[in-house]
């Protein structure tokens, strides 16, 4: 299982998140199989401005877990990516937050991501798109019931 937390707090922000994924799908090594709802939220980390408005996409993909960054940062790139400060607005926001059982810590990528159980704009969609899983020695639904509930669902389906 390969979960992508995709986010986007520059209008229009909808747009961007379906642009998002519809260059993943349009991939070749990357099938897009489950999208999570629509959540809106207030901004995390103290830096961006903006509401986001943030899903999760459960894919299938045949490579390695760097070779996925790049990519997604490539997708975050040609979308109008610009990385001016750490958490601020942004067009689109592509984050690897679970690829399959691995656990990766370098300078590039931490898997599971380094703030998945800390990020209500995370867990919610998440559990929309899959069961019951362990992360990081407790359930989703811990996770669930430990986060801020201050999310609202802007939309049941993105396409």
Partial sequence: MIILGIGSSIDPK???IKLAVEHLNSHEKITVK?????YRTSAWGGVAKNE????CVDIEF????EELL????????NLGRVRKEHWGDRTIDIDILLFNEEKIDTERLTIPHKYLTER????????????????NNNSLYFWKEHVSKEIEIYKDKLL
């Fill in 62 to 65: 045949y490579g390695l877990a």
């Fill in 34 to 38: 489950k999208i999570s709802r629509v």
């Fill in 14 to 16: 909808e747009k961007y």
């Fill in 70 to 77: 790049d990519i997604t940062q490539e997708i975050e790139h």
């Fill in 120 to 135: 209500n704009f995370a867990i919610y969609p998440l559990v929309d798109i899959v069961d019951n899983i362990v992360i």
């Fill in 52 to 55: 986001f408005l943030n899903i």
